[in-house]
């Protein structure tokens, strides 16, 4: 399948501090998805991306889709506590039902 | 709440035994995602169904099977059950195979 490899693996920063992390790919996507988990719980949509180039914010949140369409960046401005949580970055397979590729994830732990 | 609703919440069973899980998709979604997520292999898609058809399959085990009912709610079974299965499994679900995924909260299988 498509690679999405994900870094930091982890990040612990401090409440206020800004956040960034990214995603490559061996290959093109005409998609990215950012979604945060919380323990125990499903993934949640943070934002779409469809257009090469394109830069999107939700709130505090902004990404972009890279040029190359091979990559993905998300910033969280202003950190506050319950930005903790698991950030995923995904990818659909059209030659797979459009079923998700995910990179292992970015952990984050925010401290007050 | 993402519309998507995942029953049980947990299940414990032992090695050898047959579950099934189950999903209802968001209003109005025609395609229903599997996904299963270990600590060793992340996010794994497994199976997708596309108004009661199946469309396509990822990394799904022999022993595992689905179905989507006309109703559009979806089963997964899992069969002759390891050590390993142990996971969390998510339905997820888009109006059409291209369109964005939201996911359940997961059902939390332990297989001892």
Not at chain 1, 17 to 37: G, P
Not at chain 2, 6 to 12: D, M, S, Y
Not at chain 2, 68 to 82: A, K, M, T, V
Not at chain 2, 99 to 107: D, M, R, S, V
Request: with cysteine; aromatic share 10%.
């Amino acid at each position: 399948g498509q690679q999405l490899n994900q870094s930091p693996q982890s990040m612990f920063i401090q409440e206020g501090e800004d956040v960034s992390m990214n995603c490559t790919s061996s290959s093109i996507f005409n998609t990215w998805l950012w979604y945060k988990q919380d323990p125990g719980e499903g993934p949640v949509l943070l934002i779409a991306l469809y257009k090469a180039g394109e830069l999107t914010s939700n709130g505090r949140l902004t990404a972009q889709f890279g040029i190359t369409r091979k990559d993905s960046f998300l910033n969280i401005s202003a950190s506050i506590p319950s930005d903790v949580g698991i950030y995923f970055c995904a990818g659909p397979n059209s030659n797979s039902g459009y079923a998700l590729n995910f990179g292992k994830g970015t952990s984050l732990l925010v401290t007050p | 709440d993402s519309g998507v609703t995942q029953t049980p919440k947990h299940l414990i069973t032992a090695t050898g035994q047959r579950v099934t899980l189950r999903c209802s998709p968001r209003s109005g979604d025609l395609s229903v995602y599997w996904y299963q997520q270990s600590l060793d292999q992340g996010l794994q898609f497994l199976i997708q169904y596309y108004n009661g058809e199946e469309r396509a399959k990822g990394n799904i085990l022999e022993r595992f099977s689905a179905q989507q009912f006309p109703d559009l709610h979806s089963e997964l079974n899992l069969s002759s059950l390891e050590l390993g299965d142990s996971a969390l499994y998510f339905c997820a679900s888009s109006v059409a195979a291209e369109e964005t995924q939201y996911f359940g909260p997961g059902t939390r299988l332990l297989v001892l």
